[in-house]
C-alpha cells in the first residue's frame, strides 16, 4: 500500500522526518532554529474522546557506504507514551481526573498488573478489566517505578477509564546515510525522532523502514522553505529499525535489499580532517535516483553543543539549485562526502537562505552506532 507523504518545514528547521499528512509542531532550540515535526500517529485516551493527534569499537580505517536514498520510517514505541492526562464524566455524573498529577506527559507506561504493556490496546484492556487499583510499572527520566491508580466508570460507555493520552507508534519519512558492509548495519536522518506532543525522543521497541519516492519539490524561498513530495509502500520493508537517538536512527538492512544497493565503501572521515571548502552531498529529490550536487562547507564547530550542527554547508551545484533552490525538508540524513571520504549528513535549512544548512559529522553518528569514541587512520 503506498501512502501519500507532504515533507513540510519553517524558519530555519530541521530537515528531519517529512511526516505523513499531518499537522506541524514547531520546538524553538535558539532564535534562529526552529525543528518542525508533523506526524500522523493515533492517540488514544482512557477516559477522554478518542481524538487522531496530528498535532565499534575503535577501528582503524574503517569504511561505510554512502546512500542517500529517501525511505519511509515506522517505529513502535517501548511500552506507550503518555501524552497527559483529562478528565471525565463518570456513571456518578460527578467529573474525574484519576491520573492527574499522578502520570505526565512523556512517562512510559511499560507494565500494568505486571502485565507488559505493548500497544495501547492491550492498557485499555487491562484498565476495562480491572476490579480493582490499577499499578503501572513507568518510566520516567530514565528511572523505573510503579503508580497505583483508580480507575473510574466512564458515563459515555461503562467502562472504567484513567484519563490518559497515550501513544504507541509514529511514522514519517527522511533518508540512508550509509551502511557498514558484512553487517548491513545502517545510520539515517542525522537527528532522532521526537514525539510531536511531549518533544521527548521516542524509545523503539521496534521499527522498520520502507520503500519512498519522491514524486514532486515545492521549491524553497526566503521566509518559507522547500519540501518534497512522494509516497511510501507501507507493504515492503528493507530492514528494521533498532535505535533511535538525538544523532540519528540506526537499524539492520534486510539482506534482500542491501543485495540492490551501491557496494563500494569508502572511508569514513574525523572531524579533525574536515575542512572548510568544496564537497559533495548525495541526495534523492527526483523519484528513486540518487545523484552527487556541488556544495561548499562554510564553517566547521568541532565543539559543537547541538551535535546535528556541526557544519555550516551550502549548496553551490546549479542543478540542484535549480530543482529545490537548495535544502528542502525530506533530505535530512543525505550523506556529505569530501575528499573521498564521508564527513558527515544533512540535518537542518536556514529558513532565510534555503541554500545554507547544518550538518552533523558522520564520526558523531558512528559514535552513536558503536557506543564508544571510534579511532580512524587518517
Not at 466512564?154 to 493520552?165: L, N, P
Request: proline share 4%.
Amino acid at each position: 500500500m503506498r501512502h501519500k507523504i507532504k515533507i513540510v518545514s519553517v524558519l530555519i528547521l530541521s530537515v528531519m522526518l517529512g511526516w505523513f499528512t499531518g499537522n506541524i509542531v514547531g520546538q524553538i532550540r535558539n532564535p534562529e532554529t526552529v525543528t518542525v515535526y508533523s506526524n500522523d500517529s493515533e492517540a488514544v485516551t482512557f477516559g477522554l474522546p478518542f481524538r487522531k493527534n496530528k498535532s565499534a569499537n575503535n577501528q582503524e580505517g574503517m569504511k561505510v557506504v554512502p546512500l542517500g536514498m529517501t525511505i519511509g520510517v515506522r517505529i513502535n514505541t517501548e511500552g506507550v507514551m503518555v501524552l497527559g492526562t483529562g478528565s471525565f464524566l463518570g456513571e456518578d455524573g460527578k467529573s474525574h481526573t484519576p491520573s492527574d498529577g499522578i502520570l505526565r506527559g512523556g512517562d512510559l507506561i511499560l507494565q500494568a498488573n505486571e502485565k507488559p504493556i505493548d500497544n495501547k490496546e492491550t492498557l485499555s484492556r487491562l484498565v476495562a478489566d480491572s476490579t480493582c487499583d490499577v499499578i503501572l510499572l513507568l518510566r520516567r527520566d530514565g528511572n523505573e517505578f510503579e503508580v497505583t491508580l483508580t480507575p473510574e466508570m466512564a458515563a459515555t460507555d461503562g467502562v472504567r477509564r484513567i484519563g490518559i493520552w497515550v501513544r504507541d507508534s509514529t511514522k514519517g519519512i527522511g533518508t540512508l546515510t550509509y551502511y557498514i558492509p558484512g553487517t548491513g548495519a545502517f545510520g539515517a536522518l542525522g537527528h532522532g525522532i521526537m514525539d510531536v506532543d511531549t518533544k521527548r525522543l521516542i524509545t523503539v521497541r521496534d521499527g522498520v523502514i520502507m520503500p519512498s519516492t519522491v514524486t514532486s519539490i515545492v521549491k524553497g524561498a526566503r521566509g518559507k522553505p522547500g519540501e518534497l513530495e512522494g509516497s511510501v509502500d507501507t507493504s515492503k520493508r528493507l530492514g528494521s529499525v533498532q535505535l533511535n537517538s538525538p544523532s540519528g536512527i540506526y537499524g539492520i538492512l534486510d539482506q534482500s535489499f542491501m543485495s540492490t544497493l551501491p557496494t563500494e565503501a569508502i572511508p569514513v572521515a574525523t572531524r579533525d580532517q574536515i575542512q572548510e571548502g568544496p564537497a559533495t552531498v548525495l541526495t534523492n529529490v527526483i523519484g528513486n535516483e540518487v545523484k552527487s550536487y556541488d556544495i561548499m562547507i562554510e564553517g566547521v564547530n568541532r565543539a559543537a553543543t547541538d551535535e546535528t550542527k556541526g557544519m555550516i554547508i551550502r549548496i553551490t551545484d546549479p542543478d540542484l539549485l535549480a530543482a529545490t533552490n537548495g535544502i528542502v525538508q525530506g533530505m535530512s540524513g543525505s550523506p556529505i562526502i569530501q575528499n573521498g571520504k564521508i564527513v558527515g549528513a544533512v540535518t537542518h535549512v536556514f529558513v532565510q537562505d534555503p541554500a545554507k544548512g547544518y550538518g552533523i559529522f558522520i564520526e558523531t553518528m558512528l559514535q552513536q552506532e558503536f557506543g564508544t569514541n571510534i579511532g580512524f587512520c587518517a
